[in-house]
Nanobody, 123 residues
């Protein structure tokens, strides 16, 4: 069993930065690909980014490429999402997820999900 807990959300002005963290429990953490989804009010949940279990491969939705960076530290059982040049349209609840399958992480059919952290970008 894996539990995921996000932190680092908050209110920031457009152009600013935030770093989200997703801390995982369980000895299998380093074996799991992980990702981030977001959901804005009135919109469907959207894939943002994913990272392989080793951290060697990363994937991003086009709208965040060049602005967001996902990374992980398996010694700390933590995945990070560095968000730079934030825009008002990035406002959403950000949720991390994990699964043995990278594909399931990317399409949002993961076995493990966090509770989410709110990111609000003001214009």
């Amino acid at each position: 069993q894996v539990q995921l807990v996000e932190s680092g959300g908050g209110l920031v002005q457009a152009g600013g930065s935030l770093r989200l963290s997703c801390a995982g429990s369980g000895r299998i953490f380093s074996s799991l690909p992980m990702g981030w989804f977001r959901q804005a009010p009135g919109k469907e949940r959207e894939f943002v980014t994913a990272i392989s279990s080793s951290g060697a491969s990363t994937y991003y939705v086009d709208s965040v490429k060049g602005r967001f960076t996902i990374s992980r530290d398996n010694t700390k059982n933590t995945v990070y999402l560095q968000m730079n040049s934030l825009k008002p349209e990035d406002t959403a609840v950000y949720v991390c997820n994990a699964d043995y399958s990278l594909r399931r992480v990317q399409i949002g059919e993961s076995d493990y999900w966090g509770q989410g952290t709110q990111v609000t970008v003001s214009s």
